[in-house]
């Protein structure tokens, strides 16, 4: 795996960002966060990111997750918080990328990409407008 680009690994890159506490039942044998639990402090940040933008059940519309791709790039330890940075990437017509960063004492330890489409609903083939413009405010900052 070639590293990621360098605003990738900003923290000011994304224009959200959550502190989740880790688990000493997210470690595994050899003392570091498990893969497992690296997956659900993404997800917690996912979840996190779309509240802080208001847009958990708009208009009757759900979305699914359709594929999720972690990269590790150093280890996460216990107990120290791990902060989850998140901004929306690419926006196409019925979908959305969601593009995460686990960050823990300053650090980048893993990335995380996530791609959302939309179900449901009428409009369930495109994004509405409005819904769009909601994804544009929240991009990530590109150097």
């Known amino acids: 795996m070639a590293r990621p680009e360098p605003w990738r690994l900003d923290p000011a890159s994304y224009p959200h960002s959550e502190a989740i506490q880790t688990r000493f039942q997210d470690l595994d044998v050899l003392g570091h966060i498990n893969n497992v639990a690296m ?3 993404f997800e ?3 979840v996190r990111f779309n ?3 208001n847009l958990s059940g708009w208009h009757g ?6 594929k999720v791709e972690i990269n590790y790039l150093a280890e996460g330890h216990f107990p120290g918080d791990v902060e989850i940075a998140t901004g929306v990437g690419d926006i196409g017509t019925r979908s959305w990328h969601l593009l995460s960063a686990a960050f823990q004492h300053g650090e980048p330890i893993a990335t995380c990409d996530t791609v959302i489409v939309m179900s449901g609903g009428a ?5 509405a407008a409005d819904f ?5 405010g929240h991009r990530i900052r590109r150097a």
């Not at 409009?123 to 994004?127: D, E, I, R, W």
């Not at 769009?132 to 544009?136: H, P, S, V």
């Open 39 to 41: 997956a659900a402090l």
């Open 51 to 53: 509240k802080a933008m």
């Open 123 to 127: 409009n369930a083939t495109a994004l």
């Open 61 to 66: 519309h759900r979305w699914l997750v359709a």
């Open 132 to 136: 769009r413009i909601g994804l544009e």
């Open 44 to 46: 917690s940040g996912r």
